[in-house]
């Protein structure tokens, strides 16, 4: 059974940075594309950056320029979403999604909080 697990969330001051961890357990899978998602309170949950397996980077035009998905150069199951440059209105729950051939997975979410 595969299994998504985030880390690094807290809070931040405006302009601060923070990066956020996934880390996928298992065996027997491949990720086609690994995805950062976040849901603000009363908001609908949104992407905001997606890597594929070739390195194909998208982000969602909020976050382009202060955000950076990336996969872990020593363990392949491993993603990062380092948030440069954080505003108040990027606080939220993010949640890491993982697309395999046969599935689609969530992780549980971790809260960032941008306040002063």
């Known amino acids: 059974q595969v299994q998504l697990v985030e880390s690094g969330g807290g809070l931040v001051q405006p302009g601060g940075s923070l990066r956020l961890s996934c880390a996928a357990s298992g065996s027997g899978f491949s990720i086609d594309a690994m995805a950062w998602y976040r849901q603000a309170p009363g908001k609908e949950r949104e992407l905001v950056a997606i890597i594929t397996s070739g390195g194909f980077a998208n982000y969602a035009d909020s976050v382009k320029g202060r955000f950076t998905i990336s996969r872990d150069n020593a363990k392949n199951t491993v993603y990062h979403l380092q948030m440069n440059s954080l505003k108040p209105e990027d606080t939220a729950v993010y949640y890491c999604?993982?697309?395999?051939?046969?599935?689609?997975?969530w992780g549980q979410g971790t809260l960032v909080t941008v306040s002063s």
């Open positions: 999604n993982l697309d395999s051939t046969y599935f689609n997975i």
